[in-house]
C-alpha cells in the first residue's frame, strides 16, 4: 500500500466516487470507501476532507441513539451550535449530546453528481 503514488491514491478515490455518483447511494461513510478502494483510512480521510474543500462532497456528523444504535440526527457540523439533547424518536431515549459521539458521513454535492 505505501509504494502508491498520489496520484494512484486520487485515481481510486475518484473512481470510487463516481461509481457513488451514478449509483443509488446518497450517503456513505468514510470506511465504505476505504473498503472499496483498498486505501488506509487515514488516506481516505485526508483525500475526502480536500475533496470537501473543492465543494465535491459534504461531511456531515451523524449521531446514533446510545439505546438502540439507531441514527437520529444528521447535521452540517456548523449547525450544532444550540443542541443540548437529542431524544431518540425510535425508542423514547434521551440522549446528551455530544459532538464528539459524532460519526461522519460523506454527501456528494449536486453538481458534482450531475457531472458524470
Ligand atoms: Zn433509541
Not at 475518484?14 to 468514510?30: C, G, M, P, R, T
Not at 470507501?33 to 483525500?47: F, Q
Not at 444528521?74 to 455530544?98: H, R, V
Request: proline share 3%; net charge negative.
Amino acid at each position: 500500500m505505501s509504494n502508491l503514488k498520489p496520484w494512484e491514491i486520487s485515481q481510486k478515490i475518484d473512481n470510487a466516487l463516481q461509481a457513488i455518483a451514478i449509483s443509488e447511494i446518497s450517503k456513505f461513510y468514510h470506511s465504505y470507501i476505504a473498503k472499496i478502494t483498498n486505501l488506509p483510512l487515514g488516506v481516505v480521510i485526508d483525500k475526502l476532507a480536500e475533496l470537501e474543500k473543492q465543494e465535491a462532497l459534504v461531511i456531515k456528523l451523524e449521531f446514533h441513539c446510545e439505546e438502540c444504535s439507531r441514527s437520529i440526527l444528521t447535521a452540517n457540523k456548523y449547525d450544532l451550535g444550540n443542541i443540548d439533547s437529542i431524544t431518540c424518536k425510535y425508542c423514547g431515549t434521551e440522549n446528551c449530546f455530544d459532538p464528539l459521539n459524532a460519526i461522519p458521513i460523506i454527501e456528494l454535492s449536486e453538481d458534482f453528481k450531475q457531472s458524470f
